[in-house]
């Protein structure tokens, strides 16, 4: 069971800008990978194809997520069979209140003619809320409205959590969180990995990775993964930065 990303190559969809080059990652259940890679390189590009952002074209490869065409799926159907992302600039969504974004997510989950259990859902929620340290005001708040940067990253987490996910990807949700957030949202991702469920982080600092230890960490340049490693890779890449990786592709 796994998200197999096999040569993928995708465009712009209104002009002829080719981001992904050829783009092979497999991610299996119960693996917690990194991508990393200079700015530019594609990253949340991937992301948004996986989940079915129509910015982009694909134009080559595959990606199936155990064994199902992710690719021709459309984005409801992508997320009810278990795909996940959590954006790197999460949208606001005014007029609809977090906890009826996410019950009506859940709700859409649910077999014909069934109701979700309103009293199990907030139980489910608060419970889910107090492991992020997120105050129940931001269960009727509009979902993302006037939240702070690290607000929203935690309430990208609270989705997940409640959503449980089968593959998760985490598009730098540590960026803008403060040291302490960071600890927090780190301990509500390590409370989702499972043998059940691969994540996918994507992220600029070995910081996060020494809260959430990845299995692979990989890296990214120009619209591939040019090298892939255990968690060391991030050190050395935290320690050289990125231009040794640079002299490798020239080389080859
Ligand atoms: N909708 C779009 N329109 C125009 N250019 C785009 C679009 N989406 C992506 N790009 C371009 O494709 C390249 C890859 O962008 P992407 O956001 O995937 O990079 P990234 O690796 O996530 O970078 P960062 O680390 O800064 O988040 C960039 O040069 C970006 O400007
Ligand atoms: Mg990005």
Redesign the pocket.
């Known amino acids: 069971m796994s998200l197999e990303i096999k040569d993928l190559h995708c465009k ?1 969809a209104d ?1 002829d ?1 080719q ?1 992904l080059k050829g783009l092979t990652l497999t991610i299996p259940k119960g693996e917690v990978h990194a991508i990393m ?12 194809i996986l989940a079915g952002h129509d ?2 074209e694909v134009t080559q490869g595959s990606a199936l997520m155990d064994g199902k065409d992710l690719l021709e799926m459309e984005i409801d159907e992508r997320s009810r069979a278990g795909f996940f992302l959590a954006f ?1 600039y999460p949208i606001e969504i005014p007029g609809v209140s977090n906890a009826n974004f996410i019950r009506a997510a859940l709700q859409a989950r649910m077999p014909e003619g069934e109701e979700l259990d309103a009293v199990d859902f907030y139980k489910n929620m608060y419970a889910k809320m107090d492991i992020l340290e997120m105050d129940r005001k931001f269960t009727s708040r509009a979902v993302n409205e006037g939240f702070s940067g690290g607000e929203k990253k935690r309430n990208e987490i609270l989705q997940m959590a409640m959503l449980e996910p089968e593959y998760c990807v985490l ?2 949700t540590d960026s803008g969180l403060d040291i302490d957030a960071l600890k927090i949202v780190s301990k509500g991702v390590n409370a989702m990995r499972s043998p059940d469920r691969g994540i996918l982080l ?1 992220t ?1 600092y070995q910081r996060l990775l020494d809260y959430i230890k990845p299995d692979h960490v990989h890296v ?1 340049a120009d ?1 591939q993964i040019v090298k892939s490693g255990g968690a060391e890779l991030a050190l050395e890449l935290e320690d050289k930065g990125y231009d040794w990786i640079k002299e490798i592709q020239a080389a080859a």
């Open positions: 712009l002009e800008t981001i890679g200079p700015n530019g390189s594609g990253k949340s590009t991937l992301s948004k910015a982009y790197q598009d730098e994507i600029h990214m619209g």
